[in-house]
């Protein structure tokens, strides 16, 4: 196999996010040398022209990912839900999320909190699947990176399900995570999801049109080791495939 690399952007207003800049986009894809160049262009040219405005900071970086460290996993299984309100759609994500793992506490307390966020995060809440509390730390969250698909005709053609499907799917492939919640802080993308049991979840109105708040919260198990979920989710290469 040709030597494969990660090529990741980040893309904030105001300076970097770092001292204070407000985040305007983020991706990230696996590719091959010859790829490289084409990606880059195609990722800053997404953040130079995006729903949330336009970046005047861009960071763009390359790093080779050795083949021996490389995850394959299988994507989730996607259903299709209808929701005509935004209390309808939270109220399916309870009915979707809770059971053995996860309490209809924990579902409804990650709601609270990404409601009640006054701006977005860069990364994921984690919180525990019975008692609902927030168990990371800080205002950045936990950023899920270094993942891709080489299966990307199989997923689908919108972009925002494409991205949203391949990180779900290493989020749940995560040792102790037993679901997700999120929707997005496009202001024009009101389509969310809950990620539960090896499937995704697709439903509209989880947010009001025009909003730009949106974030994404881990339900993971009591006692399970954090800073090992976080590290695979942040450092480990995954490749998603059908």
């Not at 929701?83 to 053995?100: F, P, S």
């Not at 927030?134 to 950023?143: L, T």
Request: proline share 2%.
């Amino acid at each position: 196999m040709d030597e494969l690399y990660s090529v990741r952007m980040r893309a904030a207003q105001g300076g970097p996010h770092e001292n204070g800049g407000h985040h305007i986009s983020g991706a990230e894809r696996i590719v091959t040398l010859n790829q490289v160049g084409a990606i880059a262009q195609s990722l800053a040219e997404r953040a130079l022209h995006h729903s949330k405005g336009t970046a005047d900071f861009i960071n763009i970086t390359v790093d080779l990912i050795p083949s021996e460290t490389i995850t394959y996993i299988e994507c989730l299984k996607v259903n299709e839900h209808f929701a005509n309100t935004v209390a309808e759609a939270h109220q399916l994500a309870v009915e979707l999320l809770q059971g053995a793992d996860i309490s209809e506490t924990a579902v409804k307390h990650a709601i609270y909190l990404l409601e009640g966020l006054d701006s977005s995060m860069r990364g994921a809440m984690l919180v525990d699947a019975i008692s609902g509390e927030r168990i990371d730390s800080g205002n950045r969250g936990v950023r899920v990176s270094h993942m891709d698909s080489f299966d990307s005709e199989k997923l689908g053609d919108n972009e925002h399900m494409r991205e949203a499907l391949v990180l779900a799917s290493k989020v749940q492939s995560a040792e102790g995570i037993v679901g997700e919640l999120c929707w997005s802080d496009d202001p024009d993308y009101t389509v969310g999801y809950v990620a539960c049991n090896d499937i995704y979840h697709r439903i509209p109105s989880m947010k009001e049109f025009g909003s730009n708040l949106g974030g994404r919260v881990f339900f993971v198990k009591t006692n399970t080791d954090v800073d090992c979920v976080i590290k695979y989710l942040e450092k480990a290469p995954v490749l998603v495939q059908r």
